[in-house]
Nanobody, 121 residues
């Protein structure tokens, strides 16, 4: 079992920045690729970004590429999502997820509880 706990959500004005963190425990963190998803009532769930076990490979949704950066620290067992130039459409609940696959899929093995991000115009 892997437990995931997100933090860092909040409210920010458009153009601002937030950094989300996800702390993992209970298993070997470096065994997992990691990702961040967001849930919006209108658009459903979207994979925002993913990172492989080593941190060497990342990918992003087109809507956030160039603005968001995913990273991980395998010593601290933590994955991060740095979000810059935030837009109102980035509003949603952000979930951290872990996958035993080499890169995060849409059906990860573990989920965090989610953290709310609200961007006002």
């Amino acid at each position: 079992q892997l437990q995931l706990v997100e933090s860092g959500g909040g409210s920010v004005q458009a153009g601002g920045s937030l950094r989300l963190s996800c702390a993992a425990s209970g298993n070997i963190f470096s065994n997992y690729s990691m990702g961040w998803f967001r849930q919006d009532p209108r658009l459903g769930r979207e994979l925002v970004g993913g990172i492989d076990w080593s941190g060497a490979n990342t990918h992003y949704a087109g809507s956030v590429a160039g603005r968001f950066t995913i990273s991980r620290d395998n010593v601290k067992n933590t994955v991060y999502l740095q979000m810059n130039s935030l837009k109102p459409e980035d509003t949603g609940v952000y979930y951290c997820a872990a996958d035993l696959a080499m890169m995060i899929t849409n059906y990860p093995d573990y989920w965090g509880q989610g953290t709310q991000v609200t961007v006002s115009s």
